[in-house]
T-cell receptor
């Protein structure tokens, strides 16, 4: 079992829709959770981070964390074509572990 | 504030050679981590340095090594290069080692082994 699992996608949504990205992790000792966006040929860019159970909102992005279920998600509201990228889930315990990423395509 | 700077951006080497990559963290950041990214394996953790000390190490062979200097700049070295070492090597910095401090990535060094 991989330490951090994400659906590889591709996930395709129409412009203006909500994109939902999911991530599960195996280490119950994990303390912090991060979402990065990576455009093709570029390095990962931090979008959001969350430490406590519940929701955290930042503009069009909402991160959700459920430590009991070892589950973290990212919702992107009003998706735009510029949101098309690979989204990486990262989990930090003793060190940072990344999922393989979900490729999102937003179609105009 | 300048971001994380990695040099060189591109590098071509042949099997058996060695290579040194450099990373300058964001000003004030004292923790530097290195990752290898390949299409097949994704982002894999190599090691983390803080205050010139290696704090954590990923599951990579001893050919991969690193160090951190007193100004927080870091280098990683790969000896006896293999074809499978072809990858994007990313450096990320954070203010410290606390779990609630996110890491910020540099643009990476793309290493190609011929």
């Amino acid at each position: 079992q991989k330490e951090v699992e994400q659906n590889s996608g591709p996930l395709s949504v129409p412009e203006g829709a909500i994109a939902s990205l999911n991530c599960t992790y195996s280490d119950r000792g994990s303390q912090s959770f991060f979402w990065y966006r990576q455009y093709s040929g570029k390095s990962p860019e931090l979008i959001m981070f969350i430490y406590s159970n519940g929701d955290k909102e930042d503009g069009r992005f909402t991160a959700q964390l459920n430590k009991a279920s070892q589950y973290v998600s990212l919702l992107i509201r009003d998706s735009q074509p510029s949101d098309s990228a690979t989204y990486l889930c990262a989990v930090k315990g003793n060190d940072m572990r990344f999922g393989a990423g979900t490729r999102l395509t937003v179609k105009p | 504030k300048a971001g994380v700077t990695q040099t060189p951006r591109y590098l071509i080497k042949t099997r058996g050679q060695q290579v040194t990559l450099s990373c300058s963290p964001i000003s004030g950041h004292r923790s530097v981590s290195w990752y290898q990214q390949t299409p097949g394996q994704g982002l894999q953790f190599l090691f983390e340095y803080f205050s010139e000390t290696q704090r954590n190490k990923g599951n990579f062979p001893g050919r991969f090594s690193g160090r951190q200097f007193s100004n927080s700049r870091s280098e990683m070295n790969v000896s006896t290069l293999e074809l499978g070492d072809s990858a994007l090597y990313l450096c990320a910095s954070s203010p410290g080692t606390e779990s609630n401090q996110p890491q910020h990535f540099g643009d990476g060094t793309r290493l190609s082994i011929l």
